[in-house]
Nanobody, 123 residues
Framework: QAQLVESGGGLVQPGGSLRLSCVAS????????IAWFHQAPGKERKGVSC????????FYMDSVEGRFTISRDNARNTVYLQMDSLKAEDAGMYYC????????????????WGQGVQVTVSS
């Protein structure tokens, strides 16, 4: 069964760091663009970052540019989201999703979604 599984969430103090992982099983991430989405409590899910499959081209939402880094390890079938200098507004659920090759616009329809992982930013 093809699926994505996120891990690495948890509780961190403001200014701290976390690294989220998105591991694929049942298919190869090599041919997929992978995006990370953030859903704050009571708010809509929004795209945070995306990495394309062919040249590892990356995209970031303005609010995380310079603080978050997305990367991929095709040998491990994994995409990472390194989150530094975390703020209270970064708290919420994080989901990874896969779509063939290119990072789409806001209306993109993804083939695969993970179940999500919780990030809490609090002192």
């Amino acid at each position: 069964q093809a699926q994505l599984v996120e891990s690495g969430g948890g509780l961190v103090q403001p200014g701290g760091s976390l690294r989220l992982s998105c591991v694929a099983s049942g298919f190869s991430l090599e041919h997929y663009a992978i995006a990370w989405f953030h859903q704050a409590p009571g708010k809509e899910r929004k795209g945070v970052s995306c990495i394309e499959s062919k040249d590892d081209k990356t995209f970031y939402m303005d609010s995380v540019e310079g603080r978050f880094t997305i990367s991929r390890d095709n040998a491990r079938n994994t995409v990472y989201l390194q989150m530094d200098s975390l703020k209270a507004e970064d708290a919420g659920m994080y989901y990874c999703a896969g779509i063939p090759i290119y990072c789409p616009g806001p209306a993109g329809v993804y083939d695969y979604w993970g179940q999500g992982v919780q990030v809490t930013v609090s002192s």
